[in-house]
Structures are given as structure tokens and as C-alpha cells.
């Protein structure tokens, strides 16, 4: 590795000025060791690497005097009969060389052409999970000023609404029952901001782990959408990476969403669970399956899910049947750990 990374810092032209030293010195070889050493497969080999580390075209001519030198070096000493027949064993030689710097010089293009690739997948994975981090910032900053900026202000005006009313209800003015509707009303839409932002970003994630905020989840959707789902708890399941804990949480909510919006299920179970070092994530629903659903198996929030299912090398299966749909989310537990810094 040390040679090649040598040969490679060196310029184009020192290179040009080595290789040919190098045919110099194989030539006087070849020249005075006759027949009684072949050096034919060191021709090849110097002609290998002046395609690899070179241009195509140097390498061609390269390998045009690697044949010059062997005709030179042999032309006295040969064993073919008559000038014809060494004319075109120099010939052969020439294709053979030509043939080395031709596919050596394709071979590492295609090589540099797979690093590049390689690059720029690993670039694009990067900048995938740099927009995903950034997407999820971004939420949690809109959840936490729906929570502490406009759910407070609707508080303090019910207060204020309450306190009105009051004052009304000890006048004994007919306003009253209006202003406590009112408070009533701000109420009501307090407590869905305050379930908004929760779903936006769940402020409990960290705090009391991925279990708890998929319960909080179940909760809020059996409350708003009055459907019969369930959260299930299989061990004690710890995630150690708060970023992993997230993608599992949005695959969730996405699944469960799906399921009251579009599945028409009677019952929706969300469970949590780990076996044999696996942790398994299920929403499953006992609607009719993708069949009439405006979300199908192409739709943009399953390509969501797999996309999250992947940026965390978990494994993402969905199940339709007429019986229901189930997304099933299959990630050890070796990824669920926090990266060391």
C-alpha cells in the first residue's frame, strides 16, 4: 500500500520518466540474458501499471515500445524462422501488450468509477440522516412553542374567560352561561394544542423512554378519534439512543395513523416487545386490509417508514390480508444503543 500510495502522489510526468527507465532497464535484460530468460510477463507487468497509474493513451504508447524493445532485445537470438516469422511474433507481442493496457486501464476506471459511486451513496445516506436530524429539530422546536408559547396563551385566556364568568354568575346576568361555553370552548382547544404538540414531538422521549410515549400516543388517538386501541408491553425494552427511539416512535405513529384513517378497524393494538435480541415494534389493525385504502402498499407513508426502518438498519414488514394490515418493525438490539462519542 505504501507503493502505491507513493506512486500515486508522484506527477504525471515523473511517473512517464520512471516507466520509461524501467523499459530501459528490462530491455538491457532481455537483451543480454537471450533466450535463456523470457521476460515477456515482465513486459506485461510494466505495462499493467503504466495503464493502472496512468492516462490511456501513454499507456498505449507505452506498451508500443515495450513491443519496440522485445523486437530489439530478440532480433539477433530468435528462434523463428526467417523475417516473417519474427515479424509477427513481434506482432503478437505488440497485441498482447496493447490488449494489457486496454483492460487495465478499463479495470481501474471501473474501479475509480465504483469509489466514486461509493462516495456519493455514502455522501447521500449522510446528508439523508443530516435532513432527518434537522426535520426532527425542527418539530421538536414547533412542538415545544405550540406547548409553551399558544397553549399557554389559551390558558391564560380561559382564566381570564373563568373569571369572567364568575363575575357574571355573582351579578346574575344571563351572559354567564355564553362566557362559561366560551371557557369551556377554550378549554377543549387547549387540550388538543397540548395533544398537537405532544405528537409533533413527544416531550417525554427522553425523559421516560419510547414505551411510555407510545402509550401517551395510544391514549391521545383512543381519546380524539374514540377507536378501541391498545398498547402492548412485552419486558422491560430500553433504548439507549434517543435519535433510534424517534425513528421507532414516527414509525409508529405513522402505522397508527394509517390504520384510523383509512383501515376502518374495530380494534388497533400497538405493542412493543424484544425476543431472542430483537426489538419488535407491531401496529396491527383488523380493518379490511389495503383493499379500498387511499394509503396503499406504494403510498408515501409507507415509503416514509421503510425510509425510517433504514436509516436505523431495522428491518420493515407489512402484512395485508382481508383480516387486517400489520407493520411489523425488526431491529436488533446491538443498533438501539447510543453511538459512543
Known amino acids: 500500500m505504501r507503493v502505491?500510495?507513493?506512486?500515486?502522489?508522484?506527477?504525471?510526468?515523473?511517473?512517464a520518466v520512471e516507466a520509461l527507465v524501467a523499459l530501459a532497464l528490462l530491455g538491457a535484460l532481455d537483451y543480454f540474458t537471450g533466450q535463456g530468460l523470457s521476460v515477456s510477463l515482465f513486459y506485461s507487468i510494466l505495462v499493467f501499471v503504466v495503464a493502472w497509474f496512468g492516462e490511456r493513451t501513454f499507456?498505449?504508447?507505452?506498451?508500443?515500445?515495450?513491443?519496440?524493445?522485445w523486437w530489439w532485445a530478440n532480433k539477433d537470438v530468435h528462434p523463428y524462422h526467417g523475417v516473417w516469422g519474427y515479424a509477427w511474433a513481434t506482432t503478437s507481442r505488440l497485441v498482447q501488450f496493447m490488449f494489457v493496457a486496454v483492460g487495465s486501464s478499463a479495470l481501474r476506471t471501473r474501479q475509480e468509477s465504483d469509489r466514486q459511486r461509493i462516495q456519493a451513496l455514502e455522501r447521500a445516506k449522510d446528508l439523508e440522516s443530516e435532513i432527518a436530524r434537522i426535520s426532527e429539530h425542527e418539530q421538536r422546536r414547533i412542538g415545544q412553542d405550540l406547548h409553551d408559547g399558544i397553549c399557554q396563551v389559551m390558558a391564560a385566556i380561559r382564566c381570564s374567560a373563568s373569571s369572567v364568568r364568575d363575575d357574571l354568575q355573582a351579578k346574575g346576568l344571563p351572559e354567564a352561561a355564553a362566557?362559561?361555553?366560551?371557557?369551556?370552548?377554550?378549554?377543549?382547544?387547549?387540550?388538543?394544542?397540548?395533544?398537537?404538540?405532544r405528537g409533533i414531538f413527544p416531550v417525554?422521549?427522553?425523559?421516560?423512554?419510547l414505551a411510555a410515549v407510545l402509550d401517551e400516543l395510544v391514549e391521545t388517538t383512543r381519546r380524539l378519534h374514540r377507536a378501541q386501541v391498545f398498547f402492548e408491553m412485552g419486558g422491560d425494552v430500553r433504548i439507549g439512543s434517543?435519535?433510534?427511539?424517534?425513528?421507532?416512535?414516527r414509525i409508529a405513529q405513522?402505522?397508527?395513523?394509517?390504520?384510523?384513517?383509512?383501515?376502518?378497524?374495530?380494534?388497533?393494538?400497538?405493542?412493543?416487545?424484544?425476543?431472542g435480541g430483537t426489538l419488535q415494534?407491531?401496529?396491527?389493525?383488523?380493518?379490511?386490509?389495503?383493499?379500498?385504502?387511499?394509503?396503499?402498499?406504494?403510498?408515501?407513508?409507507?415509503?416514509?417508514?421503510?425510509?425510517?426502518?433504514?436509516?436505523i438498519g431495522a428491518q420493515l414488514n407489512v402484512s395485508d390480508s382481508p383480516a387486517g394490515v400489520t407493520v411489523n418493525c425488526l431491529l436488533p438490539l446491538a443498533k438501539t444503543t447510543a453511538p459512543k462519542s
Do not use: W
Not at 5 to 10: G, K, L, M, P
Not at 59 to 69: I, N
Not at 283 to 311: C, E, H, I, N, P
Open 204 to 209: 417525554q422521549m427522553e425523559a421516560a423512554g
Open 242 to 249: 434517543p435519535e433510534v427511539a424517534m425513528h421507532l416512535y
Open 281 to 311: 415494534l407491531t401496529v396491527s389493525d383488523s380493518g379490511g386490509g389495503f383493499r379500498g385504502r387511499q394509503d396503499s402498499k406504494d403510498g408515501m407513508g409507507l415509503k416514509t417508514m421503510r425510509y425510517r426502518a433504514q436509516l
Open 59 to 69: 499507456a498505449l504508447f507505452f506498451a508500443a515500445l515495450c513491443a519496440a524493445s
Open 179 to 197: 362566557t362559561a361555553e366560551i371557557a369551556e370552548m377554550l378549554g377543549d382547544a387547549v387540550r388538543e394544542i397540548r395533544d398537537l404538540a
Open 254 to 275: 405513522e402505522a397508527l395513523g394509517n390504520a384510523v384513517k383509512y383501515g376502518g378497524a374495530g380494534r388497533i393494538v400497538v405493542a412493543l416487545s424484544e425476543m
Open 4 to 15: 502505491v500510495t507513493f506512486i500515486e502522489q508522484q506527477s504525471k510526468r515523473t511517473q
